[in-house]
């Protein structure tokens, strides 16, 4: 079963627009990651939040927890075409290093 | 530093035939991990290795899939024999000590059951 669900299941932006997506999820958690896919490839990892951290940058990434409400929050600032693809949170409360990734929210950024 | 590999990239079976996947962790890497992707969905864990131990293979339909990692370093997994619903992209990931649980995905093999 999917421990994470994405929502929007599809966003559509222009380039520069910052793109938001979110993450809920079910039971307790160690920490919550983002990955991103692009067409066809493998799962590439975006970054990672632990359960006593709140929020966390890197680069033109901002993601946010809140093990209140089991949510999580990914934003893209300044997006640009290359960022068109799907991402995927998942979450490792299962047990040691195991991942459990919601259906994925489809990103598509027009020039 | 080579990333996760896998072969073949693509595989179309019949229904009933038998199927094989490669896959080489990046290298020092001692936690290997194959998922099921179904189009439209996140990947789905189906067996944790560590070394060439088994971890997790809870969800791993074991009546039609097997997979082994001989001497802890590359891994199969065979899908024995293949049904309709099988048709999916198989990813395997590793993971070292110190990288805090970030997994490195290989790019794949989409396998299609006719």
């Known amino acids: 079963s999917q421990q994470g669900e994405e929502d929007p299941q599809a966003l559509s932006i222009q380039e520069g627009e910052n793109a938001t997506m979110n993450c809920s999820y079910k039971t307790s958690i160690n920490n919550l990651q983002w990955y991103r896919q692009n067409s066809g490839r493998g799962l590439v990892h975006l970054i990672l939040?632990?359960?006593?951290?709140r929020e966390k940058h890197s680069g033109r990434l901002r993601v946010t927890l809140d093990t209140s409400k089991k949510s999580s929050s990914l934003l893209i600032t300044a997006s640009r075409a290359a960022d068109t693809a799907s991402y995927f949170c998942a979450t490792d409360g299962t047990g040691y290093s195991t991942l459990t990734f919601g259906k994925g929210t489809m990103l598509l950024v027009s020039p | 530093e080579a990333g996760v590999a896998q072969s073949p990239r693509y595989k179309i079976i019949e229904k009933r035939q038998s199927v094989a996947f490669w896959c080489n962790p990046i290298s020092g890497h001692a936690t290997l991990y194959w998922y099921q992707q179904i189009l439209g969905q996140g990947p789905k864990l189906l067996i944790q290795f560590q070394n060439n131990g088994v971890v997790d293979d809870s969800q791993l339909p074991k009546d039609r899939f097997s997979a082994e990692r001989l001497k802890g370093v590359d891994s199969t997994l065979k899908i024995q024999p293949a049904k309709l619903e099988d048709s999916a992209v198989y990813l395997c990931?590793?993971?070292?000590?110190?990288?805090?649980?970030?997994?490195?995905f290989g790019p794949g093999t989409r396998l299609t059951v006719t």
């Open positions: 990931a590793s993971n070292g000590q110190g990288d805090s649980y970030e997994q490195y």
């Open positions: 939040i632990r359960s006593n951290e």
